[in-house]
């Protein structure tokens, strides 16, 4: 050590926009998973993987459901000093061929249709790269919607113009308003839509979007964010609606419905020439060779019906959230709607046949008691645009639900029990989770 002293002064070095950035945040930055946790908070798939193993958890090479595949699930771990396939050609395909169902156009998907990135975000920050510049242009999002919009516009040094859901009309997209926006202002080059909504978990009305995509004048790309599509109704996803729209981009990822969350693989379907630049300034190795044989894994036709089988549990308890969580005291309405396997839930200041109103210190204390005292984790939503005292809750397993009625039941009790005592105590509990819950 010379003792010399460095002129380096981060704040004065670093891009304002990122030293004033907010990350994101999930729950576990409050709660880690120490493997006793019951996690409601990340809507991950409760019931695993979408892939079929054999008895020693292995992938299995045999029938499953009467269907049986020639092709398992390989890594080939001698192969790993070799980059990895810069195109996913075949991955591309299967994707293709999952979503190419002909609803609503004849016209079929390609893999030049196709970007595939470290999931869905990867494609939220290329597609920002592609179209914005940095200190000029702008997006335009739909709160409450997922976080991560803001976040990568930040990044990215653009501003946000925001035209909230109609918070009246069960969070639905407001298309005359949106058009208003993109009239008044050309520097907006991107609308992101969220559908099924997070943390609404509502269907955006088909009739709704196309309008923002008929915009006479407008010159710019349309994003619809489909993560949770595969718990919605069939026939729900836009994917083939690129074939007809050259400005639309429609974002899939295997984290949700697929159980996949771990190997972070997210699609982006749209236009070839908007493809070919998202494919030309990605990293050239962005995915890695066990992810891609994962993902090619989980789009046969065994492991598509174990990844249904799943979907069809996940249903079934989120119809069971719906019909139990309204008998516990506390419980108020859910906002938006029930098209993913997620619910979005207000939590009041006293039963609602007393006049409970929603409450977003009710809804932390909650929030705040599950985690810390029963170990069921939940997300605190209440300071987003039309979710006051709202805690977003995702479907868990029969036995996850059973934990979560039992656990929510008490809490609420012991709150509502206690509400005109200790009423100071049990805000001081929460304000510092208040203080830090920033993003979805």
Same mark, same amino acid.
């Given at each position: 050590?010379?003792?010399?002293?460095?002129?380096?002064?981060?704040?004065?070095?670093?891009?304002?926009?990122?030293?004033?950035?907010?990350?994101?945040?999930?729950?576990?930055?409050?709660?880690?998973?120490?493997?006793?946790?019951?996690?409601?908070?990340?809507?991950?798939?409760?019931?695993?993987?979408?892939?079929?193993?054999?008895? /020693?958890?292995?992938?299995?090479?045999?029938?499953?459901?009467?269907?049986?595949?020639?092709?398992?699930?390989?890594?080939?771990?001698?192969?790993?000093?070799?980059?990895?396939?810069?195109?996913?050609?075949?991955?591309?395909?299967?994707?293709?061929?999952?979503?190419?169902?002909?609803?609503?156009?004849?016209?079929?998907?390609?893999?030049? /249709?196709?970007?595939?990135?470290?999931?869905?975000?990867?494609?939220?920050?290329?597609?920002?790269?592609?179209?914005?510049?940095?200190?000029?242009?702008?997006?335009?999002?739909?709160?409450?919607?997922?976080?991560?919009?803001? $976040?990568?516009?930040?990044? /990215?040094?653009?501003?946000?113009?925001?035209?909230?859901?109609?918070?009246?009309?069960?969070?639905?997209?407001?298309?005359?308003?949106?058009?208003?926006?993109?009239?008044?202002?050309?520097?907006?080059?991107?609308?992101?839509?969220?559908?099924?909504?997070?943390?609404?978990?509502?269907?955006?009305?088909?009739?709704?979007? %196309? %309008?923002?995509?008929?915009?006479?004048?407008?010159?710019?790309?349309?994003?619809?964010?489909?993560?949770?599509?595969?718990?919605?109704?069939?026939?729900?996803?836009?994917?083939?609606? $690129?074939?007809?729209?050259?400005?639309?981009?429609?974002?899939?990822?295997?984290?949700?419905?697929?159980?996949?969350?771990?190997?972070?693989?997210?699609?982006?379907?749209?236009?070839?020439?908007?493809?070919?630049? @998202?494919?030309?300034?990605?990293?050239?190795?962005?995915?890695?060779?066990?992810?891609?044989?994962?993902?090619?894994?989980?789009?046969?036709?065994?492991?598509?019906?174990?990844?249904?089988?799943?979907?069809?549990?996940?249903?079934? %308890?989120?119809?069971?959230?719906?019909?139990?969580?309204?008998?516990?005291?506390?419980?108020?309405?859910?906002?938006?709607?029930?098209?993913?396997?997620?619910? @979005?839930?207000?939590?009041?200041?006293?039963?609602?046949?007393?006049?409970?109103?929603?409450?977003?210190?009710?809804?932390?204390?909650?929030?705040?008691?599950?985690?810390?005292?029963?170990?069921? $984790?939940?997300?605190?939503?209440?300071?987003?645009?039309?979710?006051?005292?709202?805690?977003?809750?995702?479907?868990?397993?029969?036995?996850?639900?059973?934990?979560?009625?039992?656990?929510?039941?008490?809490?609420?009790?012991?709150?509502?029990?206690?509400?005109?005592?200790?009423?100071?105590?049990?805000?001081?509990?929460?304000?510092?989770?208040?203080?830090?819950?920033?993003?979805?």
């Amino acid at each position: 050590m010379t003792g010399f002293k460095s002129p380096f002064d981060l704040s004065k070095c670093a891009r304002p926009n990122i030293l004033a950035l907010e990350p994101y945040r999930c729950a576990r930055d409050d709660y880690k998973d120490d493997g006793t946790n019951i996690l409601l908070d990340a809507n991950e798939n409760a019931y695993g993987p979408g892939l079929a193993f054999n008895g /020693n958890g292995k992938l299995s090479n045999g029938p499953v459901n009467g269907h049986v595949d020639h092709k398992a699930a390989e890594v080939d771990l001698l192969g790993l000093n070799r980059y990895p396939d810069p195109h996913q050609t075949e991955l591309k395909q299967l994707l293709c061929n999952l979503r190419n169902t002909n609803h609503d156009t004849p016209k079929k998907i390609q893999p030049e /249709n196709l970007f595939v990135g470290v999931g869905s975000d990867e494609a939220i920050d290329a597609l920002l790269r592609c179209f914005c510049t940095p200190g000029r242009d702008k997006i335009l999002t739909c709160p409450p919607t997922y976080g991560m919009y803001a $976040v990568s516009a930040q990044v /990215n040094d653009l501003e946000v113009v925001k035209v909230p859901l109609d918070t009246k009309k069960a969070f639905k997209l407001r298309p005359d308003a949106i058009n208003v926006s993109l009239s008044s202002d050309p520097s907006i080059k991107i609308v992101y839509v969220c559908s099924p909504g997070n943390p609404t978990a509502n269907m955006i009305s088909k009739f709704d979007l %196309q %309008q923002v995509l008929e915009h006479p004048t407008w010159n710019g790309v349309v994003v619809l964010d489909e993560a949770y599509i595969d718990f919605a109704p069939d026939g729900s996803s836009l994917a083939e609606w $690129v074939t007809e729209w050259p400005n639309l981009v429609v974002m899939q990822t295997l984290s949700k419905a697929f159980g996949l969350a771990g190997i972070r693989l997210g699609a982006a379907y749209t236009s070839p020439p908007i493809a070919r630049l @998202l494919n030309s300034l990605k990293a050239p190795y962005n995915i890695s060779s066990p992810t891609s044989a994962l993902a090619c894994a989980a789009l046969q036709p065994k492991n598509l019906a174990v990844m249904k089988s799943n979907r069809e549990k996940i249903l079934m %308890q989120r119809d069971r959230m719906v019909e139990e969580l309204p008998k516990i005291p506390g419980v108020g309405r859910f906002l938006g709607g029930a098209d993913s396997n997620f619910l @979005l839930v207000e939590i009041l200041d006293k039963p609602r046949d007393e006049g409970g109103r929603p409450s977003n210190e009710t809804a932390l204390v909650v929030y705040v008691r599950l985690a810390e005292t029963k170990g069921v $984790v939940v997300r605190f939503r209440g300071k987003e645009v039309g979710c006051l005292g709202c805690l977003r809750i995702t479907v868990g397993t029969e036995e996850e639900v059973n934990t979560l009625l039992d656990k929510m039941q008490l809490v609420l009790a012991d709150i509502l029990d206690n509400r005109d005592r200790g009423r100071g105590s049990q805000m001081e509990d929460a304000k510092e989770h208040e203080a830090n819950d920033v993003i979805a």
